[in-house]
């Protein structure tokens, strides 16, 4: 059993926190070394698949060598791997064997109270676990050859993990034995999923206090969900598979499953206050959980700047912040993959970011339109900043070649234009208005309220039956929808857009997302059903989407479109037009 270490000195805690940070930046620069040569999918040509081992081809024992000349931490990972490749003589590497020599090595060099607890953990997990697994590793033999097999090593793995995470308190060490543990099962699992797929079930899930490490094999379409949820590919370097395997068809159900536990989860352990242990605690605290508290942290976040957006560019991941904590005098304008922008509506708020990055020279905040901290002028961050709250999950996009950002333009449509002059009243409190009422007296044309002025828009129809004659939008049954292609101050969706038929330009990742909200005036429970353009798909996300509040009156359904439009104003849920649209008449 794993010694327990609460009666470590708690004065050495510092000098072991650097130093494993230390191991923690060469983990990084590994994973960044490989993302810079081969792209986001390198760790999968740095291990290859030879004759049923997971092997380091050439190419990656290139990465390896420039990595130690490169980062001094770095070289011991390096070392690890060629000694192997050297004793061996064969050229191959298994993963289980190379983890568990460079978690040594690495113990090596951290503090020397870090290195008892690693050293004894992984003797530990050495003597009971690993001798077996790599036995039959080398003998190309799967890891459980039958049901029981697989049931048995679950409990086991399970009990190692329950020890593991109980007595080893410290965050770092509990990290790396949950990297080790984790590569043992997401091996076992995925033997197990191209032979018995159905003898373990879905996932295995434990926890201790706010702790939970999701473990699932690894289904056939869990890729391509994953390409739809960026923010949860956590696959920072070859030895951490744990976070990789999380997204599973249970993202999409009504009851969020795996994504809404682990969207709650991920909010709790990023937050800088979390004291809880959690294995994403590895991970330095580089993340503020609101851009609010920017100006208290200034000192801490310039310090930080440069690692937490070379960890974003290794890791591939958003930076995650609370999309309801808007800084003061700014206003959450768009959002996409490796871009935030923010519309500064009072002066001094450019100053603030700026004096955050004055200390450590980066160019990672910086203001597009011009070099005053005017009103209306745009501020980009070069690296995302996504919401992930409990109740919404983002999209990110692929940014535009050709960035020419606008404030974002929100078009309110309604039956009369005395709801619309209501709309205007109370959104001005909201949004900054710099349009007017459009009235129009023909009944199938609605009057609108446009605020702000860009090439961005997002349009709410009131009744879908006005809309029967543009583009035969009466065959769908939601009597709101949010677009947004607004031209000649009329509402126009590519019909396309609306049939099982993509168009080309529907499958670039720019093109246009379109959410589809059901009946505002039948139900408390209002449903979302969100059309992914990428792939034609419908899908129904109840509980990922802000629920509106019941109403029962015209006072209540005001409250509702404000409700909506707020929130419509921080959803990735569009792509920029290829037309800026036409100049409406106010």
Not at 181 to 190: D, E, K, M, P, Q
Not at 216 to 231: C, E
């Amino acid at each position: 059993m794993v010694p327990a270490f609460s009666d470590i000195a708690g004065t050495q805690e510092k000098d072991s926190r650097a130093l494993f940070d230390s191991a923690v930046q060469a983990s990084v620069a590994l994973g960044e070394a490989v993302r810079r040569s081969f792209g986001p999918n390198g760790i999968d040509v740095l291990l290859e698949s030879s004759e049923g081992h997971v092997t380091c081809s050439n190419c990656g024992r290139q990465i390896l060598s420039s990595l130690s000349l490169s980062h001094p931490v770095g070289s011991i990972i390096s070392k690890s791997v060629t000694n192997y490749h050297n004793n061996t003589g064969d050229g191959s590497k298994k993963m289980l064997l190379v983890l568990s020599g460079t978690m040594k090595e690495l113990g090596s060099s951290v503090h020397s109270l870090s290195k008892i607890e690693v050293s004894n953990a992984l003797l530990w997990l050495n003597q009971t676990v690993i001798p077996e697994v790599t036995a039959r590793l080398r003998k190309n033999k799967p890891i459980c050859q039958t049901a029981r097999d697989s049931e048995d090593l679950r409990r086991m793995l399970l009990k190692i993990a329950t020890s593991c995470y109980g007595h080893c308190y410290r965050r770092e060490i509990s990290q790396k034995l949950g990297e080790i543990l984790s590569a043992l099962v997401h091996h076992s699992f995925s033997t197990l999923h191209n032979t018995t797929p159905h003898s373990i079930g879905k996932y295995v899930e434990f926890t201790r206090k706010n702790m939970a490490v999701l473990l699932v094999p690894q289904p056939s379409h869990s890729l391509s969900a994953a390409r739809t949820i960026p923010g949860l590919l956590l696959d920072l370097n070859l030895v951490h598979p744990l976070m990789r395997d999380l997204v599973t068809e249970e993202w999409q159900t009504k009851r969020g499953g795996v994504g809404r536990k682990l969207r709650c989860l991920l909010v709790r352990s990023w937050s800088p206050e979390s004291d809880d242990d959690h294995p994403l605690h590895y991970l330095p605290q580089l993340c503020v959980n609101s851009l609010g508290g920017v100006a208290k942290v200034a000192e801490s976040f310039s310090r930080q700047l440069q690692e937490t957006v070379s960890l974003l560019k290794a890791a591939d991941i958003q930076l995650i912040l609370s999309g309801d904590k808007i800084p003061t005098g700014a206003r959450y304008v768009l959002r996409e993959r490796g871009i935030l922008a923010f519309e500064v509506v009072s002066e001094g708020f450019v100053d603030v970011l700026s004096e955050c990055c004055s200390i450590h020279p980066l160019s990672t905040i910086h203001e597009m339109r011009d070099s005053s901290s005017a009103i209306g002028s745009s501020v980009w961050l070069s690296f995302s900043l996504v919401s992930m709250e409990t109740n919404k999950q983002f999209v990110c996009l692929e940014p535009p070649p050709e960035v020419h950002l606008r404030p974002l333009s929100v078009v309110l449509c309604a039956p009369t234009a005395g709801l619309c002059r209501q709309l205007q009243q109370r959104l001005s409190n909201v949004l900054r208005v710099v349009g007017g009422v459009c009235c129009h007296d023909d009944d199938d044309d609605p009057p609108a309220v446009v605020l702000g002025g860009g090439a961005w828009e997002i349009a709410l129809i009131r009744e879908l039956e006005i809309f029967k004659k543009h583009q035969n939008l009466v065959k769908y049954s939601p009597k709101w929808v949010a677009v947004n292609a607004f031209q000649k101050g009329l509402l126009s969706v590519p019909h396309s857009l609306l049939t099982s038929s993509v168009p080309s330009h529907a499958r670039n990742p720019l093109s246009l997302r379109t959410l589809y909200c059901g009946s505002f005036t039948t139900t408390a429970d209002l449903p979302y059903l969100a059309v992914d353009c990428l792939n034609g798909v419908l899908v129904e996300v109840d509980e990922q989407w802000p629920v509106l509040e019941p109403f029962s009156s015209q006072c209540h359904l005001l409250h509702a479109v404000l409700s909506l439009a707020a929130q419509l104003t921080r959803l990735d849920l569009m792509a920029p037009a290829s037309k800026s649209p036409s100049t409406h008449d106010i």
